[in-house]
């Protein structure tokens, strides 16, 4: 898991275009069938950084982000994306068979060819280097997202838009995939367009958050725009107490075999009653031992996340 390309030292003419935006869209908008999709979207997303596209249902993200590399054309507005820009896209739906006999190694190539010892690499990377081999349907919904990001990665993209890459993944999973997701950033210093409905749980990594309900109701860091009236509007005035989740101490760490790493060195096969995690946490109607109820990461490193109850309250701003 260390095997991440170092980030290039940058020439003046790669360091004049570094300090331009990947892309920027100014006042972009989508027209079909006679409707606005999205109107007004104005975000850019810069190397190194993480912006993430917030907001209900049907509320643009995914055409935004589309908007973004390309898929749509603006029909009204501007999208400008630098000379040469190598997209590396998850889709919210991949129009891939899980039941059609398929390695991870060929889903990794299905699109282009690529190199074996790229292929290991990428596995390496996103920490299923074991899973090469393995039947894409036989994936858990954590290890099919990681094969999909180590797809992505594989090209040493300059800019990463993932559309909701936790669907079907588990609190702790989603919190291991997100610290992957800033650790792929931090190393490589792509930039990263995120979606996601989860924001309570994304907000504490990224560096943007761009609120949308057609057209952008407010923007900033996670700590502005959970605190913003349009936000708090939109998803519930109670989720913006969500991000205190983050600020929890942990005294261990959930190793991906399952296995747990004390702060003393010593491994066990669970947590012990005292870990971190169980210490002034409703663990609600859940059996204490299952640690879906509420989010730990089990990854090499570990953040530990609870409450992740959704606001349930989604009114139109
Ligand atoms: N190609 C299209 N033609 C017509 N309408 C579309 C098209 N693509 C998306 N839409 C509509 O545009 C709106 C925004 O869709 P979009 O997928 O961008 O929302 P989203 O915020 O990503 O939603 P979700 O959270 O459900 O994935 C929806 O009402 C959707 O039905």
Redesign the pocket.
């Known amino acids: 898991m260390n095997s991440f390309t170092p980030v290039d030292r940058l020439s003046g003419a790669a360091s004049r275009a570094a300090a331009k935006p990947l892309v920027r869209l100014d006042n972009a908008g989508l027209r079909?069938?006679g409707r606005w999709?999205?109107r007004g979207i104005e975000f850019q997303v810069a190397r190194g950084e993480i912006v993430t596209l917030i907001?209900?249902?049907?509320?643009?993200?995914?055409?935004?982000a589309k908007l973004a590399i390309g898929v749509h054309k603006p029909d009204e507005g501007r999208v400008e994306r630098l000379d040469g820009l190598r997209v590396g896209y998850v889709p919210?739906k991949l129009s891939v068979d899980r039941t059609m006999p398929l390695t991870v190694r060929r889903l990794m190539t299905l699109t282009g060819r690529l190199p074996a010892a790229v292929v290991d690499d990428a596995l390496e990377q996103v920490g299923i280097p074991h899973l090469a081999g393995a039947q894409v349907h036989n994936l858990s919904g954590g290890e099919f997202q990681r094969a999909m990001l180590a797809r992505a990665i594989a090209r040493r993209p300059d800019l990463l838009v993932l559309?909701?890459p936790v669907q079907g993944v588990d609190f702790a999973g989603e919190l291991a995939i997100y610290e992957l997701i800033t650790r792929i950033r931090s190393a490589t210093g792509c930039g990263i367009l995120l979606?996601s409905?989860d924001l309570h749980v994304v907000m504490a990594q990224t560096d943007t958050v761009i609120c949308?309900n057609g057209h952008v109701c407010c923007r900033g860091t996670p700590q502005t725009v959970s605190q913003s009236a349009e936000y708090q509007r939109l998803f519930g005035a109670g989720a913006a107490g969500k991000l205190a989740v983050y600020n929890h101490n942990h005294d261990h760490t959930h190793l991906p075999d399952g296995r747990v790493r004390h702060a003393d060195g010593s491994v066990t096969e669970h947590c012990h009653p005292d870990d971190g995690h169980h210490q002034g946490h409703d663990h609600g109607a859940r059996d204490p031992g299952d640690h879906a109820g509420h989010a730990h990461a089990h990854g090499e490193e570990h953040a530990h996340g609870h409450g992740h109850e959704a606001s349930g309250e989604h009114r139109h701003v």
């Open positions: 079909r069938d999709l999205v907001g209900p249902n049907g509320s643009g993200k995914s055409t935004s919210q559309d909701e979606i409905h949308l």
